[in-house]
């Protein structure tokens, strides 16, 4: 804006503001880049622009609201500008997608528990990559920083290339790690970046950045937001742990190219998406494995904290194995609450006593919610919930699940039972779309 011409009550609020006269700028320099970036709608970008023009304008000279259509607005143009400049799969893509889904279909006829784990294996383009971390100066520390000397493997010349981009990227308490590799085939390493962001889901970022010259930079197809000074490590490839999912990311090669081969699990299925790593990520080749689990609950049931086994009675464990019955093998139920009680209630019930008898209960984002099912035990109906970590499974405990049992009083004590699942792979999906994680990937159910 200039603030010599400024006539309105909103411009003149504006420039007497430094954040707006900021933020203006930061949304002036994101609608040309969208209009560089999608020259045939430019017409309709302009027509949207008057109209949040109008609205703006709306707001007279009230910082508050000018500050709220200029952060709205921000985003939305932010969002289109990274759309229109995310990567988009071409041939070769779909011919690695399918390749990928021959390699798993093919290695499920060796192991049905770990076709995925199997083909990644045999794919992996980890060979001639160097990884290093940032360091703390005393193991006591809480703070660590990017090393001061030139880590094993690291070449002079890839050091000078480190020193001079400013990539320390750690999260909290400076936790990051780094890895040297060849993404793009021109000879050079390039250099992933896994910053531990930490929050209540304890989750990290992995980001990219390739060897341009003497230094390591935001690839150019990357938007104006990677290539900020203050953002060296580029843009976000992709995150893990995120909202407490089960989530995995692998280099592997296909079609001679590299791909960040980046998983997002849950009960039932596994999610592989082909990200290009030097690319902003839009949509992408993506293989769907699904499962099917063959559950039960052990007479044998061990104390987590304690270690105390205790062997269930003969009619516990047969209502345990009927309430396990009613759950799909493959899916997550719907989520929502059902048409009917789980539990007969009673006709006295009070408005805010009946949800008990519906579902076991509010979820939480760090276990996921499998299913709700009536359990018949000598004292009367419960209310059981198979509760798993997003698909969690391994060779020596199979798929790591609970079933918690409750009685509908509202003082009911909450029972522990451990549930053993071993899965097989049983389908297998491609398509080409948005990359879902967390709690978006429910939908994908």
């Known amino acids: 804006m200039n603030c010599s011409q400024a006539r309105s009550a909103s411009e003149k609020a504006i420039c007497a503001d430094a954040d707006l006269v900021r933020l203006d700028a930061d949304l002036a320099a994101a609608y040309a880049a969208l209009g560089r970036a999608k020259p045939d709608t430019r017409d309709a970008l302009r027509q949207s622009q008057r109209d949040w023009l109008a609205r703006r304008n709306a ?39 399918e390749d990928f889904r021959r390699a798993v279909e093919a290695a499920a006829s060796q192991d049905a528990a770990f076709p995925l784990e199997t083909a990644l294996k ?37 050091w000078r290339a480190l020193l001079a981009s400013d990539v320390d990227s750690g ?10 590799i060849d993404l793009d085939g021109d000879g050079l390493r390039d250099l992933a970046i ?27 197809g990357q938007s104006a937001e990677a290539n900020r000074a203050d953002a060296p490590s580029g843009a976000t490839l992709y995150s893990l742990n995120d909202r407490g999912a089960n989530q995995a ?79 799909d093998p493959e899916r997550v139920a719907t989520p929502g609450e059902p048409a009917k009680p789980l539990c007969p209630m009673p006709a006295n019930t009070k408005e805010d006593e009946r949800s008990q008898y519906y579902s076991f209960g509010p979820g939480h984002y760090a276990y996921e919610t499998v299913a709700d099912v009536a359990v018949q035990l000598r004292s009367g109906c419960a209310i059981a919930r198979l509760a798993d970590w997003f698909g969690g499974y391994s060779a020596k405990d199979g798929l790591y699940a609970q079933l918690w049992v409750r009685g509908t009083a509202d003082d009911a004590r909450t029972d522990t039972y451990n549930v053993h699942g071993v899965r097989r ?21």
């Open 122 to 158: 045999a794919l992996s383009a980890s060979g001639g990559t160097t990884s290093f971390s940032n360091v703390r100066d005393k193991e006591d520390d809480i703070e660590a920083h990017f090393p001061t000397a030139r880590p094993t493997g690291v070449s002079e010349d890839e």
């Open 249 to 327: 990311g692998e280099w592997i090669r296909l079609r001679g190219r590299v791909y960040a081969a980046y998983r997002s699990s849950r009960y039932g299925m596994d999610s592989v998406y082909l990200l290009h790593p030097l690319a902003e990520v839009g949509d992408a080749p993506t293989l769907t494995v699904r499962y099917r689990y063959d559950l039960s609950v052990p007479r044998q049931q061990k104390n987590e904290t304690t270690g105390a086994v205790r062997a269930l009675d003969e009619a516990l464990h047969a209502a345990l194995t009927r309430a396990l019955a009613q759950i």
């Open 59 to 97: 707001c007279a000279a009230d910082a508050a609201c000018l500050r709220w259509q200029y952060e709205l607005r921000l985003d939305a143009l932010q969002g289109q500008l990274r759309r229109a400049q995310a990567y988009r799969p071409d041939g070769t893509d779909l011919q690695a997608l």
């Open 425 to 445: 792979a049983v389908r297998y999906g491609t398509a080409v779309g948005p990359v879902a994680t967390g709690d978006d990937a429910q939908g994908a159910q």
């Open 171 to 180: 999260g909290e308490n400076g936790v990051a790690s780094y890895t040297l």
């Open 194 to 220: 896994d910053s531990y962001v930490g929050g209540t889901g304890l989750f990290s970022e992995i980001s990219t950045l390739r060897r341009i010259g003497a230094r390591f930079g935001a690839p150019s």
